[in-house]
């Protein structure tokens, strides 16, 4: 499956707390947006990317109700649902769907969106965890900043930095999270600002976790050579793959692998046709920062236990090497969750327009997301280019 | 898209009260049945629908798990959500996969799932509703039951029947049950048992509704030019169309439209290069028995309002005009929400290999399958046909 599609149009919402929106108000907005941003061609497909409605929202089947309310009577419309993984899952249906039809049948929508102020913090940890094995983790009473916390341990004892060192990461996507109009979060944050936030789970600190946050991002999809004709910036999806992994820990190669990330990576950078070298910029899946610098090392960027080094010397930049989170990836711009996915498309297709502001990464041809639900049961990665 | 996939094996567990199972044991049971029946072959990627298993089980993100469960770690792993319309649209997303990537890359299985006994039935009546859209129709505490009760009524106004005439719909599902080994229900009823059963929502009686069950049911699919290489009674997807609906009743074009199925049929009819008349036999979505009977209205069997005297007549018996739920249907073979869809195609396809025992449709050729979410807000539509 070659160039399943292109994108022609993005949108999304502001990261928040959005108490006047329901999670039908935010998702319609950023379809609107995004629509409009691709000149409002005629739609035949909705894919809908959410985590967990039913039970933040007391709303489920959002694909058909989102298709109804956006006078899109009779289209098909499909939720898809991985956690916080569920937006770019979704992404890569609406691909499938634009590859299987190929091209003169109409745009394809998809849409990510997450509600996650509609129930207490609390409920948020304890929906978080119905995402991984029941078995072994949400009811032994865990939660993902505790399992956050015993892989910060481990790969502090096993490579040395010390925790003020690994955060460097989420200062990295503050950084640049300050240019980005949608971020929640859209300030600058010293590591000792972070090291003096409370202790979530030690040695994680609140300030290395994503907030709480409502938001929805969304694209519209056509095959890629029709794309010319619809559009000016078009950005053509050069690969588009998704992998499992092993969900539990203990049954894992190691406890720093994310086999997920590596398959779905090495998978989209065959698919391709391109080398980690040529890619110009880098959207990760940092739940916490320790993730983050696991995720740099599984894409080959580094070498395992040196991940953090290369934000410790600031290669991680916008303009050093390897570019990474250029818009503030889950720390900064925000994480609700399945809405994630979507903004990486979204925060991509800006940089590889050329639309990208004071975080443009200069000359962008090239730029690679990862989503993935928990700590990487489920991995999706897409390489995106400039298409003209 | 022309003959998107092939099913080269089915597998499903029987729908009832499975205390020993969990969630994911029925899947993996399923699943298993299903690549044994194809003969185990390399799989790809992993579709599998479900309605509600965080709430109801306490388990999400089952496309991942499952994957990792039955030993295929790296492959694509999907959940798809749509109410009980869920198991029918991860099939056809697994359809969607099959065309993307054509012949040669493995096998697609696809699997639907759902466990209801875990909570007590007022809970399951109050997750349903969280498939319709909470503005009009959760907020104010109605139920499914409430809503064909209404329908019901309005039915029997506008167009004559009794009750009794209507629950003969009920009567046709059992009486194709009793030789279903899968079948939550293997009984005949009297329509006066029916009538004599305690009363959920005046005029629907008890026996008039789908029981709670726990069940799953899974299909593993190829390219169409492969499966004559890899089953020797390949069953062909000849269409696979997915529409949406208006959610609400008050805002259809009438009360009795089920717009999601006309437009669903309509465009896998053609996509299928069959009419109606091609169609050897038919599994409706019936919620309650009106619901069965619109549907048969709405597929054109029947003119608006003459569907129950089809039912009436028998004409929808086995050996008859227009066989329907041939393996007992929502009613008879139970409904567990998430798997309904993919029980629907694990029964057609035991028709057009001639494998239904006393329930054989004689000389099948052409089987059409229809589930919906809800009361039509999505509706999905396969068209499988004998693969040689």
Redesign the interface.
Known sequence: ?RE?AAIIGVGCTRVGEHWESSVLDLAVEACLRALEDAGNPPVRA?YVGN??S??L?????L???L??VLA????????????DASGA?AF??AC??V???GPGEGAVLACGVEKMTDVLAPEVER?GM?????RCT?HSGITIPGLCALLTRLYMDAFGPSYEDIVLFAVNDHRNAVNNPCAQYPFPIKPETIMGSPIVADPIRLFDTPGIGDGAAAAVLCAPEEAPKLSDTPVVVRAS????????FC?REDMFSI??LR?AAKRALEAAGVSIKDVSFFEVHNTTSVVGILALEELGLAERGEGWRLVKEERIAIGADWPVNTMGGLKGRGHPWGATGLYQIVEATWQLRGEAGKNQVEGAQVGLTHNM??LG??SCVHILARGR
């Not at 119905?130 to 029941?134: N, Q, S, T």
């Not at 793959?241 to 539990?248: I, K, P, T, W």
């Open positions: 499956m399943p909705l985590a967990a039913e039970i929202n007391e709303q489920g089947n694909a058909a109700l298709a109804d899109l009577e009779g289209v098909k419309a499909v939720e898809v649902r991985a956690g899952l890569h249906q499938l769907d590859a299987a039809h929906v119905l995402f991984e094995d029941a949400f793959e998704v992998a499992s992994g092993r969900m539990n049954e086999g997920s398959a639900s928990g049961s489920l």
